[in-house]
């Protein structure tokens, strides 16, 4: 009988040891979650009156022609929304991220589509080593050309794209603060891939961006447009809440 | 008042040689302006393997500095003193971007590709033909090239692609070729003849935004070759890899490879004045393609004649 009371002890302090455990872990990892919710909020604007961006002459294309002839595209190098926010501007974190944080990749895989002989986005924020598909949903061929710089981790590659082939998948392999991106056969498409490591954002038609998921902390947030270059100030990331870093450019 | 004389005269002839003297060496340093430290170039001990022969980049450099530097520059950054006359511009091997490959797009070539590029020269371009060298001097080169870029230390070459054997060619497969010339729209830049005429053709650059033709099949009469090569296998490798640092692009995602052969065979009959088996095949059919029908979806409307298979067993 004391033997049996003794099992029936030692078994309950076990679970009750290994119940306390797995709360306590959880709670630890509860913790970490919330801890990493934190992030920056802001707000990109143009200072001034944006250059005149140039009407694009789709007609050696007409099927592009065509589908813009109510509204004709024009060049996107500087487009400012209706409240002075910048459009296309890559933010991301040049300074202060953890290895672990810098290291993530996003789960979610990005499509770089060409419609209506436009890069859809103009501009895209990726990771290093985060893949993303390359599209058409235009009747007709074209073929990405991204120019990386020389002799660095990412190459110049070439493939062509004809209508009705599946997306194909690609990833770069290093950081580069803007690949170009162009179309031979349609001379007028340009577009930007940033390669970042670390969470990214690309301002909205209203400037506005948010980066999430980054722990507390000290940070350098670094601004890239393809005209006006880039900017940086400090921001400090206090758990819960998101901090806020606003940057002007100056329209030349 | 004549006692001064002297004085006065040699403050003046002080006063000019301090002039002069700060004048000339304004003047100096004017004449020789500040360059920096004189750039050194490392000869890296590169090399290259071409079947049992190993090229060894010291070996070359004698051989660069008569026969290459002159248009690829002494740190091989395509700026030699004949670059500037030249189009198209001379190879940068700094960057390590090759046209010629049997590699996919976007790596490095092997060894022999660039082994024989030197060997056959570049048509349409200012690279002549030095067949001329032993093969253990077109090897070194081969190895001398590689100290410009750092990628060669850190990269492997690609993998070359993989080729099929030829099928023959027949009058199906120039049709079938042809659709596909259309489909893929190589007219948009190549020209609906293959003249190098088409509506893409007069804005295209370089990736060093240099202007850039499109190849011209119909030139060059008998002789006409490509640039990677005039060997079918050389054609099939051409738009199945790209040719990096041009506008023109790889199809490998997009084409099967028994697909690109009839296209390689389309191509050789825009080649008018060629003599090829090609041509031989169209003029037997008294010059016309007739339209391509899909040989694959509809198995009921294919003709019930043909049951030998492709590799023709004896």
């Known amino acids: 009988m004391k033997t049996h009371y003794k099992k029936f002890a030692v078994m309950a302090c076990t679970l009750l040891m290994l119940g306390f455990g797995l709360l306590y872990s959880t709670r630890k990892t509860l913790n970490v979650s919330a801890a990493a919710t934190g992030g920056i909020t802001g707000t990109i604007k143009l200072d001034g009156t944006p250059p005149h961006q140039k009407p694009i002459d789709m007609s050696k294309e007409p099927n592009c022609a065509k589908e813009h002839a109510s509204s004709p595209v024009t060049t996107e190098t500087v487009i400012v929304g209706p409240k002075g926010g910048l459009k296309w501007v890559v933010v991301y974190i040049s300074e202060g991220l953890d290895a672990a944080t810098a290291s993530q990749v996003p789960p979610v895989k990005p499509t770089w589509d060409q419609k209506g002989c436009q890069y859809i986005p103009h501009v895209m924020a990726l990771d290093v080593n985060q893949h993303f598909e390359v599209s058409n949903s235009d009747p007709h061929s074209h073929n990405i050309h991204p120019l990386p710089k020389p002799n660095g981790a990412n190459h110049e590659w070439n493939r062509s794209q004809p209508p009705g082939t599946p997306p194909f998948d690609q990833v770069w392999a290093g950081e580069e ?6 179309c031979n056969i349609h001379p007028w498409m340009h577009g930007y891939i940033a390669v970042v490591k670390g969470p990214t954002a690309v301002t909205d038609e209203n400037g506005s961006y948010t980066i999430s998921n980054l722990p507390p902390g000290n940070y350098t947030v670094t601004t890239w447009q393809e005209q006006y270059g880039s900017q940086s100030q400090k921001v400090t990331v206090a758990a819960g809440k998101p901090a806020t870093a606003d940057f002007t450019y100056k329209a030349k | 008042m004549n006692c001064l004389k002297p004085i006065r005269f040699a403050g003046a002839i002080l006063f ?17 302006p500040d360059l920096g430290p004189k750039p050194r170039l490392v000869i890296k001990p590169m090399e290259s393997h071409i079947g049992n022969v190993t090229g060894h980049a010291a070996a070359a450099k004698s051989d660069y500095r008569r026969y290459c530097a002159g248009c690829h520059g002494d740190f091989g950054d395509s700026n030699g003193e004949n670059a500037v006359w030249l189009d198209p511009k001379p190879r940068d091997f700094t960057i390590a971007t090759f046209k010629c490959r049997s590699t996919p797009t ?4 092997v060894d022999e590709d660039i082994f024989n590029t030197i060997a056959r020269g570049l048509t349409n371009s200012n690279m002549p033909v030095w067949s001329s060298f032993t093969k253990q001097q077109r090897a070194d080169l081969v190895a001398y090239i590689k100290i410009f870029s750092p990628r060669w230390e850190k990269e492997k070459a690609g993998e070359p692609i993989k080729i099929p054997d030829e099928p023959p060619v027949t009058l199906e497969s120039i049709s079938h070729g042809k659709a596909l010339f259309t489909k893929l729209e190589c007219w948009k830049c190549h020209g609906p003849h293959g003249e190098g005429d088409g509506p893409s053709a007069a804005t295209l650059t370089d990736s060093k935004d240099n202007p850039i033709r499109p190849y011209n099949f119909a030139a060059g ?8 090569g005039n060997t079918n296998q050389d054609v099939y490798k051409i738009f199945m890899t790209g040719l990096d640092g041009t506008p023109m692009p790889s199809f490998a995602d997009v084409i ?11 191509l050789r009959t825009l080649q008018v004045d060629r003599h090829s088996k090609e041509n031989e095949v169209l003029s037997a059919a008294h010059g016309v393609i007739p339209p391509y029908v899909d040989r694959n979806p509809p198995p009921a409307a294919a003709p019930p004649a043909d049951n030998k298979p492709p590799g023709g067993a004896n």
């Open chain 2, 256 to 266: 099967q490879p028994n697909d690109a052969w009839d296209l390689v065979h389309f």
């Open chain 2, 16 to 32: 000019a040689a301090i002039m002069g003297v700060v004048f000339a060496a304004k003047a100096s340093a004017q004449d020789v």
């Open chain 2, 221 to 228: 009469k008998g002789d006409s070759r490509f640039k990677c």
């Open chain 1, 177 to 182: 603060i803007a690949i170009p991106v162009k």
């Open chain 2, 106 to 109: 976007g790596t490095l070539p």
